[in-house]
């Protein structure tokens, strides 16, 4: 069956470093990946989307890659701030399907002052 | 304006009872969805409709009925609730275009319901 792992630990680190969040997919090829943050209490929020045949999206701060080959995607915030601090969900899915989002589990980030 | 709003925020009720959350949508989207995420944070698709039809049913007890009096609209229904259905239920839409799959998703703010 389809399986999405993130890191299942907490990352912390120090404001302004680049934090860089994994998400490994298994199972199926994805042509799509998005990647969603989702702060306590609240609903998830899209942040990016990138296609099976780009290998990098940017947006500000934000780069995300898709390496199809190793099934991986990394989120990276470079510059991070204390307001980055949130759960950040990535969700692989298919060309043509229903927009059927699978959600992997999300990695917690602390931005410390 | 919220875009994607449902109601209630929170519920506590108990074992045995039929509940009904509801759900709105100003975005002029063709599609929603129900989300359930679980203690454990897994966020898991439990329907999806487009233009009023249903197209994703996942595995889902049949005491969860979702209805869809028109593409703005996407209300849950429970009946005979259960402890385990203590989660956090999201309402959520967007555009259906198969040529471009992965269209952005918009979610509620979440539903907290509480089985005791």
């Known amino acids: 069956s389809q399986k999405i792992e993130q890191n299942s630990e907490a990352l912390n680190i120090q404001e302004g470093k680049t934090a860089t969040l994994t998400c490994n997919y298994t199972?199926?090829?994805?042509?799509?990946l998005q990647w969603y943050r989702q702060d306590p209490g609240r609903g998830p929020v899209f942040l990016l989307l990138i296609r099976e045949n780009e290998k990098e999206k940017r947006k500000e701060r934000l780069k995300v890659t898709f390496d199809t080959t190793l099934k991986q995607s990394l989120f990276h915030i470079t510059a991070s701030q204390p307001a980055d601090s949130a759960t950040y969900l990535c969700a692989p899915m298919f060309s043509g399907g229903y927009n059927k989002l699978i959600f992997g589990a999300g990695t917690r980030l602390a931005v410390h002052p | 304006d919220t875009a994607v709003s449902q109601t209630p925020k929170y519920l506590v009720t108990q074992m045995g009872n039929d509940k009904s959350i509801k759900c709105e949508q100003n975005l002029g989207h063709d599609t929603m969805y129900w989300y359930k995420q679980d203690s454990k944070k897994f966020l898991k698709i439990m329907f999806s409709?487009?233009?009023?039809?249903?197209?994703i049913n996942e595995t889902v007890p049949n005491r969860f009925s979702p209805k869809s009096p028109d593409k703005a609209h996407l209300n849950l229904h429970i009946n005979s609730l259960e402890l385990g259905d203590s989660a956090v239920y999201f309402c959520?839409?967007?555009?259906?275009?198969?040529?471009?799959?992965?269209?952005?998703?918009?979610f509620g703010e979440g539903s907290w319901l509480t089985v005791v």
């Open positions: 959520a839409s967007s555009h259906l275009t198969r040529r471009t799959a992965g269209n952005t998703i918009y």
């Open positions: 199972n199926y090829s994805p042509a799509y």
């Open positions: 409709y487009n233009n009023k039809e249903l197209i």
